[in-house]
T-cell receptor, first 116, second 115 residues
Framework: GAVVSQHPSRVICKSGTSVKIECRSL??????MFWYRQFPKQSLMLMAT?????????EQGVEKDKFLINHASLTLSTLTVTSAHPEDSSFYIC????????????FGDGTRLSIL | DQQVKQNSPSLSVQEGRISILNCDYT??????FLWYKKYPAEGPTFLIS?????DKNEDGRFTVFLNKSAKHLSLHIVPSQPGDSAVYFC??????????????FGEGTQLTVNP
């Protein structure tokens, strides 16, 4: 149980393109979904937290107009990297949690984004 | 400010022996702690968690110990297997007024189990 599917797993595109990443909880309803970014040899950095039906809460330093998050249902959240540039190249990972605190987050397999 | 620290970037053990991964935290508001395992190019996989009301939680080969006074937790894997080779992340969360209860991760420890 507790499977989170993230798609696509790999994206290579030109600078200026907008890229959408989907995160789905397959066998549970996710009250909260989280989006992380991981740079090589570093830990996961939380970008934003989203609850179904409400606006995402962004971490300090994360541009909300650059990284658009939609959490339209209890099983789907999307992250759109708008007008991506090479510095946006990274490994993006989503997670989903059923219920509130003291429940583990379950992670997708991540999306490797490469902007040329 | 690194609130969750894993001071050992790597650990190497022999198959069959015990692996001990350590994690320290500074925020006394943390009340829920988790360990995740991560393979390259994959998302982290949840292993085991512990609430601050406990000092030990066991699940098969994995045991997590929590020492609140020292703000320290550890993950014991016994016996270690080559398939356990991965990066292990410690994470913590605390009670927050908002509904987020976000996780703060350590930097990770690369465990290598040698056959």
């Amino acid at each position: 149980g507790a499977v989170v599917s993230q798609h696509p797993s790999r994206v290579i595109c030109k600078s200026g393109t907008s890229v959408k990443i989907e995160c789905r909880s397959l066998d549970f309803q996710a009250t909260t979904m989280f989006w992380y970014r991981q740079f090589p040899k570093q830990s996961l950095m939380l970008m934003a937290t989203s609850n179904e039906g409400s606006k995402a809460t962004y971490e300090q330093g994360v541009e909300k107009d650059k990284f658009l998050i939609n959490h339209a249902s209890l099983t789907l959240s999307t992250l759109t990297v708008t007008s991506a540039h090479p510095e946006d190249s990274s490994f993006y990972i989503c997670s989903a949690r059923q219920g509130w605190s003291n429940q583990p987050q379950h992670f997708g397999d991540g999306t490797r984004l490469s902007i040329l | 400010d690194q609130q969750v620290k894993q001071n050992s970037p790597s650990l190497s053990v022999q198959e069959g022996r015990i692996s001990i991964l350590n994690c320290d935290y500074t925020n006394s508001m943390f009340d829920y702690f988790l360990w995740y395992k991560k393979y390259p190019a994959e998302g982290p996989t949840f292993l085991i968690s512990i609430s601050s009301i406990k000092d030990k939680n066991e699940d098969g080969r994995f045991t997590v110990f929590l020492n609140k006074s020292a703000k320290h937790l550890s993950l014991h894997i016994v016996p270690s297997q080559p398939g356990d080779s991965a990066v292990y992340f410690c994470a913590a969360s605390g009670v927050e007024e908002t509904s987020g209860s976000r996780l703060t991760f350590g930097e990770g420890t690369q465990l290598t189990v040698n056959p």
